[in-house]
């Protein structure tokens, strides 16, 4: 799957409310999404500005075959991070935070 379509993919779940979030510690640092300090609009604008290079895939720790996507992209002089993967129709968010 391209950026492009990665990047459409997780804009449409954010917009349409198809999203989850995956239990971590210190949950309130470091998903403001799934705190509610951040909605799932501001959260897609965030993902809109980015372009490919400030995308990365890795391997999820828990499991392998997933795909992690992570997205780093400046907002406001204020780098933000954003961590997660697909679980079709369900995009499923680790981390969303600055």
Not at 78 to 94: M, N
Request: net charge negative.
């Amino acid at each position: 799957m391209s950026f492009r379509e990665i990047k459409w993919k997780v804009i449409e779940c954010l917009k349409n409310g198809n999203i989850e979030f995956e239990a971590r510690r210190e949950i309130q640092l470091k998903n403001l999404l799934s705190t509610g300090d951040i909605s799932p609009f501001e959260v897609a604008a965030l993902i809109g500005r980015a372009s490919g290079d400030n995308h990365q895939v890795r391997p999820h720790h828990f499991d392998s075959s997933i795909d992690v996507h992570i997205i780093t992209v400046m907002r406001a002089g204020t780098e933000w991070y954003i961590k997660w993967y697909f679980t079709d129709p369900i995009s499923v968010f680790i981390s969303v935070h600055h």
